[in-house]
């Protein structure tokens, strides 16, 4: 098992930026690739940004490139999420996940590349 833990989230004004952290237990956090995705209300949960377990390669939905980056510390065992230029439309809950460095790079954008999930960190971005 693996437990996932955000915490950075707020309420922030259009323009500004937050940084979202994911603390992980349980197992070696560098066996994980490890993604960032986020639900708004009433919509669908979806892909932000994922990172490869040796931070290596990253990938980011188009709505987020160029205004976020992923992170991680293998030695802190967390992963971070600096969000800058932020939007109204970035408002969500945001969700870290976890999944197995076994699977392709190429699948990382698809929750189900993911075995655990965090509980979620609210945003809010204002306009």
């Known amino acids: 098992q693996v437990q996932l833990v955000e915490s950075g989230g707020g309420l922030v004004q259009a323009g500004g930026s937050l940084r979202l952290s994911c603390a992980a237990s349980?197992?070696?956090?560098?066996?994980?690739?490890m993604g960032w995705f986020r639900q708004a209300p009433g919509k669908e949960r979806e892909f932000a940004a994922a990172?490869?377990?040796?931070?290596?390669?990253?990938h980011y939905a188009d709505s987020v490139k160029g205004r976020f980056t992923i992170s991680r510390d293998n030695t802190k065992n967390t992963l971070y999420l600096q969000m800058n230029s932020l939007k109204p439309e970035d408002t969500a809950v945001y969700y870290c996940?976890?999944?197995?460095?076994?699977?392709?790079?190429?699948?990382?954008?698809?929750?189900?590349?993911?075995?655990?999930w965090g509980q979620g960190t609210q945003v809010t971005v204002s306009s």
């Open positions: 990172i490869s377990w040796s931070g290596g390669i990253t």
């Open positions: 349980g197992r070696t956090f560098s066996n994980y690739n």
């Open positions: 996940a976890a999944g197995p460095n076994s699977y392709s790079h190429s699948i990382l954008r698809r929750s189900y590349a993911y075995t655990y």
